[in-house]
Nanobody, 128 residues
């Protein structure tokens, strides 16, 4: 079992930056690949980025490549999502999720089962 708590969201002007944090407890986060997702009002949850257990591999949805960076500090049991050059369309609740699977295995799985633990989310609001 692992508990995840996101923080770092807030209100920012377009072009601004935030660093979102996903703090884990109950297990060492190094045992889990971690993904970031977001959900805007009235829209489906979408994948944003993911990082492997060691941090050696990362993946990003095309819309955030070059702007967002996922990283992890396993010694602190924390995964980060640095969000730069924010756009109003980035406005959403951002969730982190931990997977017992290795990152390369996740694309072979049903997305509803790929991630085992979810945080409560942190709101990112980007004004024009």
């Amino acid at each position: 079992q692992v508990q995840l708590v996101e923080s770092g969201g807030g209100l920012v002007q377009a072009g601004g930056s935030l660093r979102l944090s996903c703090a884990a407890s109950g297990r060492t986060v190094s045992n889990f690949a971690v993904g970031w997702f977001r959900q805007a009002p009235g829209k489906e949850r979408e994948f944003v980025a993911a990082i492997s257990r060691s941090g050696g591999s990362t993946y990003y949805v095309d819309s955030v490549k070059g702007r967002f960076t996922v990283s992890r500090d396993n010694a602190k049991n924390t995964v980060y999502l640095k969000v730069n050059s924010l756009k109003p369309e980035d406005t959403a609740v951002y969730y982190c999720a931990a997977s017992r699977n290795r990152l390369y295995e996740i694309p072979t799985m049903d997305p509803t089962h790929a991630y085992n633990y979810w945080g409560q989310g942190t709101q990112v609001t980007v004004s024009s």
